[in-house]
């Protein structure tokens, strides 16, 4: 995640220069509209996710707490949709004719859309792991068959355990 996290940051950086380098005057403008722009604080929240917090992996107490993990993996998949949000609403939002100027607003389709996309993705990973478990079965039976030869449980054989608590005889003191 630190190298993704400094690749993007020399790629959000890479695209500023070349706005500035370029000339061009929509590029220019486009760039204007992220850092002041209507909706300059979805890009400065997004190069809050997907530059800083990757950074705070130099940090040995984070690397190896997996809490902090989990948290950092969340705000940097936050961080992933903010980018696809600013590339979509703010190009939309600006265009080349002043006529098609407006602020976003998300309408029904745009959210069963979005809805949508969750219920599929959910479905299909809900697949994944039916057919494709994630423990091989071959793995547990051969991991079982070595454990029940060899081990005995106080005093008994984990065999007689598979074959039924019945069969077993109280143990003498």
Known sequence: ???????????????YFMSVYSGNKFDLYLTQMRFHG?????YYALILCNILTPQLLWIRKVRTNVAALFVMSLVINL?????????????LTRDFMPSAWGRYSATFWDYATFAGTLGL????????VRVLPAI????????????????RVNGTSLAHLRRGWRNLKPRRS
């Open 79 to 91: 961080g992933m949709w903010l980018e696809r949000f600013v590339i979509v609403v703010i190009s």
């Open 121 to 128: 993705f959910t479905m299909l990973l809900f697949l994944f």
């Open 38 to 42: 209507p909706y300059s604080h979805f």
């Open 1 to 15: 995640m630190l190298a993704t996290g400094l690749i993007v940051a020399y790629g959000y950086y890479y695209e």
């Open 136 to 151: 091989s079965i071959a793995e547990m039976r051969e991991l079982v068959h070595h454990t029940s030869e060899g081990r």
